[in-house]
């Protein structure tokens, strides 16, 4: 089984910054790919970002620029860094491995003013 916890989620006016935290069971940490997933009211989730064991990420074009996917093996913690937040950010954000396990509760992100 895998646990996976997400945090730091909240508030935040457009063109802010929200920087997410996930705590993952080491195991699947240390020899999988993870990755950030989001998901909009009556849409599907997307993955946002995702970062290899060696430290490669990829983001789509609607995140590239803005979104930066981190892991600390030491910690067995993965970051994701928000910055110019849109209103169309505004998700319920997840992590998991790639490809997904069990999902957690992930955490809320609201791009408002």
């Known amino acids: 089984q895998v646990q996976l916890v997400e945090s730091g989620g909240g508030l935040v006016q457009p063109g802010g910054s929200l920087r997410l935290s996930c705590a993952a069971s080491?195991?699947?940490?240390?020899?999988?790919?993870m990755g950030w997933y989001r998901q909009a009211p009556g849409k599907q989730r997307e993955l946002v970002a995702d970062?290899?064991?060696?430290?490669?990420?990829n983001y789509p074009d609607s995140v590239k620029g803005r979104f930066t996917i981190s892991r600390d093996y030491a910690k067995s913690m993965v970051y994701l860094q928000m910055n110019s937040l849109k209103p169309e950010d505004t998700a319920v954000y997840y992590c998991?491995?790639?490809?997904?396990?069990?999902w957690g509760n992930g955490t809320l992100v609201t791009v408002s003013s």
């Open positions: 080491g195991h699947i940490f240390t020899i999988n790919a």
């Open positions: 998991n491995t790639l490809p997904p396990v069990g």
């Open positions: 970062i290899s064991t060696g430290g490669t990420t």
